[in-house]
Structure formats: C-alpha cells, structure tokens
T-cell receptor, first 114, second 109 residues
C-alpha cells in the first residue's frame, strides 16, 4: 500500500504557465487537503475536500483551484503561475469519521516559479 | 486566527531531554496534534491530545493544558535521528488543522 503519492517530485516552471500537481491516495479516505509550506510560515491550507464531489477554500486559496471527481484523486491547478507560488506543496488525507481524524501527508512537490 | 507560537530552533545533546513548547490563542478547538518532519520529507504524525494531561508514547510525550493555552512535546533519550522539525497544530471544530511554524531540533553528539 503506497498511502499518498504526489507527482511531480519537483518542477521548475516559467511564470504564466499552467501547472497541475497530482495527488492520489489508496486508503479510501474521505477528506483530502492541499497545503503549501514556506520557510518561517509553516503549513498553510490552500483547499480541501471533505468528500468526493465537494471542495472548499482554505487559508490561502487565491491562484489555485482543485477538483475531486473521485475518492482517490485530488489535483491542484495553478492556472497562471507567479513567483510567489514557489513553495513546497503537500497533499494530505484523513478518514474523517470522527475521533482524531489524523491527517497523513504525501511526500511533497517542490515547485519553483521563475 | 489561532496565533500558534513555537520556538524556532532548539539544540540538545544526544541522550538528553528536550521540551518543545507550543502556546496558542483560540476560543475553542477539538484537539492538538504534534507532527515530526525530517528535512525534505513529509510531516508524520506523532501525537494527539484532546483532554488535558500527558500522553506518553515511548520516548515521546505530549502534554496539553486548555486553561493555560499551552502544550509541550517532550523528547527523552535523544537520538541523532530525532534531529527534525516538530510541528504543533490545532484541530478546529471543522476538523481543519492550523499549524505553527515549527521548531527545528538539532541533536549533537
């Protein structure tokens, strides 16, 4: 069982280009999340999905969009990348059945926008 | 906002004990998580406190005091592999997590 996979591992992107970061989980978790991690700022929530077919905005959603067509996949799209979107992006999932609802993280995508 | 504060860096000697504090200002939350993150890797779950008091898991313990707005992570018998960042996160009523900036612990021989 792989858990959560993300692709690509890293990417250098020209400003203005469109980019989709992929995230797939095989744990049948209901909820999925996208975070960005920047030095000194910690992890910040971009978008989330409580269940397939629904999405919501997190703390820093501007410039990003997501979709949740099925339980396993939760892609994050940058429609027109800007240098301030240079960051490490983590996808996470949780069972969302009450209790601790622990989030489990993917390995991350390091994105550089030039 | 949650205003979650952690020290930026801590250094300790192999075999010693280190306590990482996390203070917060919020009107209410479900619970508090601690995650470990090695450089260049994903955060991994360490502990979850929902009630006041101490939760012990081997060499790691986590404490929560809701009335004081305070938690700490205690790392005992430090090993070189414990060099990592430790992230404090509050779980809100909607089950979303708000993270502190993290504390980088360096273990020296």
């Amino acid at each position: 069982i792989a858990g959560i996979t993300q692709a690509p591992t890293s990417q250098i992107l020209a400003a203005g280009r469109r980019m989709t970061l992929r995230c797939t989980q095989d744990m049948r978790h209901n909820a999925m999340y996208w975070y960005r991690q920047d030095l000194g700022l910690g992890l910040r929530l971009i978008h989330y999905s409580n269940t397939a077919g629904t999405t919501g905005k997190g703390e820093v959603p501007d410039g990003y969009s997501v979709s949740r067509a099925n339980t396993d996949d939760f892609p994050l799209t940058l429609a027109s990348a800007v240098p301030s979107q240079t960051s490490v992006y983590f996808c996470a999932s949780s069972d969302s059945q009450g209790g601790a609802d622990t989030q489990y993280f993917g390995p991350g995508t390091r994105l550089t926008v030039l | 906002g949650q205003n979650i504060d952690q020290p930026t860096e801590m250094t300790a000697t192999e075999g010693a004990i280190v306590q990482i504090n996390c203070t917060y200002q919020t009107s209410g939350f479900n619970g508090l998580f601690w995650y470990q993150q090695h450089a260049g890797e994903a955060p991994t779950f360490l502990s979850y406190n929902v009630l006041d008091g101490l939760e012990e898991k081997g060499r790691f313990s986590s404490f929560l005091s809701r009335s004081k707005g305070y938690s700490y992570l205690l790392l005992k018998e430090l090993q070189m592999k414990d060099s990592a960042s430790y992230l404090c996160a509050l779980q809100g009523g909607d089950y979303k997590l708000s993270f502190g900036a993290g504390t980088t612990v360096t273990v020296r021989a």
